[in-house]
């Protein structure tokens, strides 16, 4: 049974860094576009930020020049170092990895930025 696992979420103050993990358990097999979104309270899940198996990256306009995307396709996870970091950037962060045959999600970890 395939999972994806998250880490790295927390407190951090208005200016601070975090960097989120996601790893993949079990025999996900070829994973193609690997990528973060986050839901904050009362909003809907947006697109923060994707990578392709090539390392071609995707970026919300939101989060451009503060948050990079990376990826390990031999360990089979996906990074977002999140820098500047600003009080709207408060969500539930959820890793999300495509196969050919099924999207994966994480279970979500939390981001707050407040003083």
């Known amino acids: 049974q395939v999972q994806l696992v998250e880490s790295g979420g927390g407190l951090v103050q208005p200016g601070g860094s975090l960097r989120l993990s996601c790893a993949a358990s079990?025999?996900?097999?070829?994973?193609?576009?690997m990528g973060w979104y986050r839901q904050a309270p009362g909003k809907q899940r947006a697109l923060v930020a994707t990578?392709?198996?090539?390392?071609?990256?995707n970026y919300a306009n939101s989060v451009t020049g503060r948050f990079t995307i990376s990826r390990d396709n031999a360990k089979n996870t996906v990074h977002l170092q999140m820098n500047s970091l600003k009080p709207e950037d408060t969500a539930v962060y959820y890793c999300?990895?495509?196969?050919?045959?099924?999207?994966?999600w994480g279970q979500g970890t939390q981001v707050t930025v407040s003083s």
């Open positions: 990578i392709t198996r090539r390392g071609t990256t």
């Open positions: 999300q990895m495509s196969t050919s045959e099924y999207n994966y």
């Open positions: 079990g025999s996900i097999g070829i994973i193609y576009p």
